[in-house]
Structure formats: structure tokens, C-alpha cells
């Protein structure tokens, strides 16, 4: 006669069973207390993740906003001619840097390496972001990037907020594991003696 096999329950249901209230007279009271912190820190996440995402998100927006006004307020774009053939600085890269020569917004002359593209030769012209004293610098930053910056911001507030309270959570459970560790102590010191002393 074949044996039926038990339904295997999952980790989710067998942590569910374990945190419910119930009358159950082996649930001990840190028990208890350590289901109504998860349920309070489950419910603390819910309520404030919302608010969290928003306040880091328009932060967040506001000053990728700030900086991508000001950058392209004061960025420009020159003409800079090559002195050398570009190098790859990276074999997946698709430009490379080159020695250029270019006039700065304020009308200094500047020297240096500059980002080209492939099969560009020494004597040509390329046209590059400068700051307002003539450095080289990247595009001003774009209102998806403004957009994308807030996104991401949102979702680490969200992320930061889950890994503070989970190890609250933790921090909580130690405590509550170290009591129960004591009352274990001091329940077998009580009782062992009569356990183990031969008749």
C-alpha cells in the first residue's frame, strides 16, 4: 500500500502559519511581539514608500532641472581642429581621443585631447562641448535625462527605505532572539537537574 505523500507547503505559507495570532499555548510573547513588529514594519513600508518616492523624485527633478538649465545656459559647442589621428581609448568604444587645437568662449586658445569619431585625421574639424573658460565637457544634460534621473531616484529612495527597515527588522529580531535564548537558559537551569539526576 503506497504511503501519501504530505503537500509540500512553501517557505511563504510556512512563514504566514508562523506569524499568525492565534491561541496557540507554545506561542511565547516574543512571539507575539516579534510578529507585531514585522506587521507594523510591513505597514510602515506600504504607508510611507509613496511619500518617499515622491519627495526624493521632485528633489531629485529639481535639481537635475537646476543643473541641466545652467549647463546649457553656459556650455558651448566649438569647432576644434585635430592635431593627431584619434586612438581608440577603449576597443568597444566607437570615437576615440584626439590632440585638437579650439578657441574658448571667452576667446583664449586651448589645447588638449578631445573625443573623435572613427576615420577622423589629423586637420579636421570637429565640433565639442566646452565649459565657458574653454574645458572640454559633455552635452549639456537633456530633459530625459532630468526625466530619468528623477525615475531612478524614486526607485533607490524606495529601495534604501525597504533595506532601513529590514534591518530594523533584524535588529529587532536579534534582540527578541537573545531573550528567548536567556529564558531557555534559565528555564533548563531550573528544570535540567531533574532531568538528568539518576535514580
Request: charged share 20%; proline share 6%; glycine share 6%.
Amino acid at each position: 500500500m503506497k504511503r501519501q505523500r504530505q503537500p509540500r507547503t512553501s517557505w511563504l505559507g510556512r512563514l504566514i502559519r508562523g506569524r499568525r495570532p492565534d491561541r496557540n499555548p507554545l506561542r511565547r510573547a516574543s512571539d507575539r511581539a516579534e510578529t507585531a513588529v514585522l506587521a507594523i514594519l510591513m505597514v510602515m513600508f506600504l504607508a510611507s514608500a509613496p511619500f518617499a518616492a515622491r519627495f526624493a523624485s521632485d528633489c531629485a527633478y529639481a535639481w537635475a532641472l537646476h543643473t541641466a538649465q545652467t549647463q546649457q545656459a553656459t556650455f558651448r559647442q566649438v569647432p576644434a581642429v585635430l592635431l593627431t589621428d584619434p586612438s581608440a581609448s577603449d576597443w568597444l568604444a566607437s570615437d576615440g581621443l584626439a590632440d585638437a587645437r579650439w578657441t574658448a568662449p571667452d576667446g583664449r586658445r586651448r589645447t588638449g585631447q578631445v573625443p573623435a569619431p572613427a576615420g577622423a585625421t589629423a586637420g579636421s574639424t570637429v565640433l565639442v562641448w566646452t565649459t565657458p573658460d574653454g574645458t572640454i565637457t559633455s552635452r549639456p544634460m537633456q530633459r530625459t535625462q532630468v526625466s530619468n534621473t528623477a525615475v531612478l531616484t524614486a526607485i533607490a529612495a524606495v529601495g534604501g527605505l525597504a533595506v532601513t527597515l529590514t534591518f530594523l527588522g533584524w535588529a529587532i529580531r536579534w534582540a527578541l532572539d537573545r531573550r528567548r535564548l536567556a529564558g531557555w537558559e534559565a528555564d533548563w537551569l531550573t528544570n535540567g537537574p531533574r532531568w538528568t539526576t539518576r535514580r
